[in-house]
């Protein structure tokens, strides 16, 4: 279905320019709620480190890992959406999420039993470093969220004259 002429989604309207604006603004929270994610995860395991407890230190590597498991292919996926189809893009998402959510699974499970591993580590270094980087990602998106563009359709019941 190709755009209208005289609608805004063509080349010279304002609409592609407002999205590149708009994934500019995604990509900068992304690359800036990673940041801050890595670097509290680094103070996680500079204090894991200086605990004594090597279960501790292997435990907050493995939750850093994990971190950039959750982040980073968001991240790539912001960098790779414009060019995507809108269902090719839903479906990147939720795939991705999914693998993520798998590929953390799978390590909790794996990891729970041993004893050279501390899992509240594990947990402590996900909660910071994941956590963080969502919460700077929605507060940015929040603040540079781009307005909706929606024409006012006219109300049915205005038209009717005299009943």
Known sequence: ????????????????????????????????????????DVVVIVIAAMSSDSPALVGALIGTGLTLVVVLPTLAITFAGPRMTPVSMAATVLGSWAVKMLVVILVLIIVRDMAGVSTRWIGLALLVGAVSA??????????????LDVEQVADPSEDQSGS
């Open 1 to 40: 279905m190709s755009p209208r002429p005289d609608s805004p989604a063509t080349p010279t309207g304002s609409t592609p320019r407002r999205r590149a604006v708009g994934d500019r603004a995604m990509q900068r929270a992304l690359i800036l709620a990673l940041v801050v994610g890595m670097a509290l």
């Open 134 to 147: 969502v919460a700077v990602e929605v507060t940015l998106l929040a603040r540079s969220r781009q307005p």
